[in-house]
């Protein structure tokens, strides 16, 4: 393959983008294999090598795939399936939702066929998934597990034509987290229903579906027994006007309940006059249904006749679309340079909606300024954070100094009774008071869907919770009167529970390449509440809990993830070390078995 695709160039409009993926011929080679699977019903899935690349294909129709009818938009929870790793999980609690027919077959396909063995045999190959209608969406599902699997780093790419909407917000943000949005590119006719479809109720589209999908399997060359009582003419009028009714509804933000499902990854859009693509998922769900509206002088029947021819014909737009991208070319080259409205109005020419489209139009300009804002916000908090690094530094020294004296920061501060205390206390402020400005601008969706996944700002963010989060345990002991625990609900900062959660979820990314063993302990705790544990353990009055404790520190010895400073005369936890050793050594069993005894009795730290 000569153009590296899974590392495309960078374009400053969409139509850029589409000029690339259509002249390079990958999509024309996706579809002619989607097309040779179409015409052998015993497979469930199909390679096919080409040059360089093995396509992936799944077969375009399986009636019962599009029945779903236990769930309102055929939803269901992907966790109730172990094919998936936990990690595929979105930033809050809410359940990560996949549509139930697309997810059956390719869990069919799992188990009734080689297909995992196939995949293991082409570790090293550069990899496109492709499917076609429902296809696409069990082509996505199965690029996921592939990624999941085989691993994070794997060279796969997914591609699909007409694929319904196949999971929701959650999904989305997963994916997003894994910065694996770019491997998925999704080419939408027009008119094609299909795309549409799954933003209505599964009831609204049920008996049209009868009638539509022997026709479509007819159209891909397989056979088919139509058992619907619809005719073809009113299968169409009556699922166009079903879905057009809810695009309607999410296009202008009307209030009422919506479809869970949401567009993950590049959508292409294509007309006769060319193409261009979108990542912006609300902007794709307004496209999806300003694209395919009715235009001055075509009646809607006719309308929707396109709406079900579509789904099938795209080699005859793929090739349209070549041709129609070079006629164009010159014109956007002219352009290229030229205002952000401008490369709005070439991409709403390009799909075949027209620049005159005023909801179309401020969708993609709204999404466009959205984008735009985040980076700059981006840039304004890499500036905080140059200027945060002096606080840093105040926080280093502090600790190198109570080191230096043989008493720990964390218990120096707690004590709180020279004046550099006061001032680190100024540092420990203004560091939490920038923290919470990230977390809630994260949360607020105002900074870059990967923007969590940052290595900068999780080093970053770790780093300043190991450090700082110690400080804040310790001034919470020194002025809470009610004595509560720094871990019970509601006290410890919210922006460590984030920083925290933002670190375990990257790390889960690292599946299989194993963590660094360390020969010295860790400079900082990496666990940041180990003082709030200890300070649990002090209080409790019952042996299990002390025991508990016990293992934990033994744990973090282990992994050599406990700071040295811990051990230090007069830290705290030595103090509580000499009063539960001294009651655990009444039992004789116990000097034996505890390995943190033989730990603490030979000073193995030093």
């Not at 399986?62 to 999980?89: P, R, T, V």
């Not at 655990?584 to 730290?605: E, G, K, T, V």
Request: glycine content about 6%.
């Amino acid at each position: 393959m000569d153009v590296d695709l899974l590392n495309p160039p960078k374009f400053s409009v969409g139509q850029e983008l589409a000029n690339f993926l259509a002249t390079c011929e990958i999509l024309l080679k996706a579809w002619k294999a989607i097309c040779s699977i179409s015409k052998n019903r015993e497979d469930s899935f199909l390679l096919i090598k080409d040059e360089d690349v093995v396509y992936v294909i799944f077969p375009s129709f399986h009636n019962e795939d599009f029945i779903a009818s236990d769930s309102k938009y055929g939803e269901c929870n992907i966790k109730n399936q172990k094919i998936f790793s936990a990690g595929l999980k979105g930033n809050d609690d809410k359940p990560a939702l996949v549509h139930k027919g697309a997810l059956n077959r390719f869990l069919h396909i799992l188990e009734n066929s080689d297909f995992k063995a196939k995949m293991q045999d082409l570790k090293e190959q550069n990899i496109i998934f492709v499917g076609h209608s429902i296809g696409g969406a069990v082509a996505a599902l199965a690029t996921i597990w592939f990624l999941e699997k085989r691993l994070r780093n794997s060279n796969s790419f997914c591609i699909t034509f007409g694929a319904p909407l196949f999971g929701n917000a959650t999904i989305q943000e997963a994916i997003g987290r894994e910065d694996w949005l770019g491997r998925f590119c999704h080419v939408v006719c027009k008119y094609d229903i299909v795309p549409r479809m799954y933003l209505a109720p599964y009831e609204s589209i049920a008996k049209p579906l009868d009638a539509i999908v022997p026709h479509w399997r007819s159209k891909m060359g397989i056979d088919c027994v139509d058992v619907s009582h619809l005719s073809m003419s009113e299968a169409c009028m009556t699922i166009l006007n079903n879905v057009l009714k809810c695009t309607s509804t999410v296009a202008n933000n009307y209030p009422g309940v919506r479809s869970p499902y949401v567009p993950i990854g590049t959508y292409m859009f294509c007309s006769t006059r060319g193409a261009a693509c979108f990542e912006d998922s609300e902007a794709v769900l307004k496209l999806l249904h300003f694209s395919m509206q009715c235009q001055e002088g075509i009646p809607f029947d006719q309308i929707a006749g396109t709406c079900i021819s579509e789904h099938t014909d795209y080699g005859c737009m793929l090739e349209g679309i070549d041709e129609a991208l070079l006629n164009a070319r010159q014109f956007a080259n002219f352009v290229s340079n030229s205002s952000f409205e401008i490369g709005i109005a070439l991409e709403l020419e390009a799909i075949g909606v027209g620049a005159q489209d005023n909801h179309a139009f401020f969708a993609l300009k709204k999404a466009g300024e959205a984008k735009n804002e985040q980076e700059m916000n981006t840039e304004k908090l890499n500036v905080k954070l140059s200027k945060n690094q002096s606080h840093m530094a105040e926080l280093e020294w502090y600790k190198t100094r109570c080191k230096d004296s043989n008493t720990g920061y964390y218990d120096a501060f707690k004590q709180h009774d020279q004046k550099k205390d006061f001032h680190v206390n100024l540092a420990r402020t203004n560091l939490g008071d920038f923290w919470d400005e990230i977390v809630e601008m994260e949360e607020k969706h105002v900074l870059p869907s990967d923007f969590r996944t940052r290595n900068k700002w999780i080093n970053a963010g770790t780093t300043y919770r190991r450090l700082g989060e110690p400080l804040d345990i310790a001034y919470h002991c020194r002025t809470d009167k009610g004595n509560k625990s720094f871990l019970s609900d509601g006290v410890r900062p919210h922006r460590h529970i984030v920083l925290e959660k933002w670190m375990i979820e990257k790390e889960q990314t690292r599946t299989g390449r194993g963590k660094r063993g360390r020969t010295n302990f860790a400079s900082l705790s990496e666990d940041s509440v180990f003082w709030a544990r200890l300070e649990e353990a002090c209080k409790a009055s019952v042996r299990p809990q002390q025991e508990e404790f016990e293992a934990y520190v033994w744990t973090m010895i282990t992994n050599k993830s406990i700071s040295v400073e811990v051990f230090l005369e007069q830290s705290s936890f030595m103090k509580w070390w000499q009063q539960y050793s001294q009651i655990q050594l009444q039992s004789p069993q116990w000097r034996s078995s505890s390995p943190l005894f033989n730990f603490m009795a030979n000073q193995s730290w030093n």
